[in-house]
């Protein structure tokens, strides 16, 4: 596989084409943001643990019947995927209380819900990833009736499996984001599952091994990656 030209950089991915037009290869980079961008930082290792983590997430996802864009990992920090056209969605299952969901509503941090909470927000930095509804979805155009139909059942499928496989390794999952991508027609999960993206919780304690440590300055975010790493990815360090 030939790493080819840069063809989209995020805050913290960087895709590439490959010689094979149907896979690209995602860079998992050492900066993190918060905030819409306006925090910022690098710090070396950064990528490593969250390639490393997405990685052994996406197989638990593949290894339990669900289609991700994952193939396999080239580099420390980089991922061979699908190239698949992404929808500009966010699907965010929530299982406990904590972030937008708190600060919008009357729930107190920490509050676990009965049933899983599904939550899609549009995927637009310019406009602050407003939250949409069904409606508000189709008639951007960014999916069908029926794909939401069928991204909504993967999500809760998804956050089955994520909070069962962590829950099994002492960590409650509060929250997660999803993004989907269509490969030939098919949805399949894309973009990453990484501290980046979930809050992971010691359980039953509310202490923090994700991004909420640099959002909030709760300590060291490098620490805290290795941390997660070592328990999600524990194989890594032998
Ligand atoms: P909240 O809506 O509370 O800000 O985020 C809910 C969950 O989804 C958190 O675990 C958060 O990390 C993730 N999330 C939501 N939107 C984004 C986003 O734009 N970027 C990243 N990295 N994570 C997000």
Redesign the pocket.
Known sequence: MIKGEQLYSGK?KTVYATNDPKRYIVKFRDDVTAGDGAKKANMKGKGYYNAQISARLFKLLADNGISTHYIKMVSEDEMLVHACDMIKI?V?P?NIA????VRKYEFKQGHPFAQPVL?M?Y?NDAAH?PMLNDDIAIALGLVTEKELRKIRKISLRVNDILKQFLGDRGLDL????LEFGKVDKKIVVADEISP????LWRKGTMESL??DVFRFDKGDLLTTYKEAAKIIVPEIFK
């Not at 904590?98 to 969901?101: L, R």
């Not at 980046?196 to 809050?199: G, P, Q, Y």
Request: hydrophobic share 30%; glycine share 4%; net charge negative.
């Open positions: 913290a966010e965010i929530r904590a972030g937008s969901i939550v927000d995927k990833d509060p929250d997660f984001k980046d993206t979930m809050r994700d991004k």
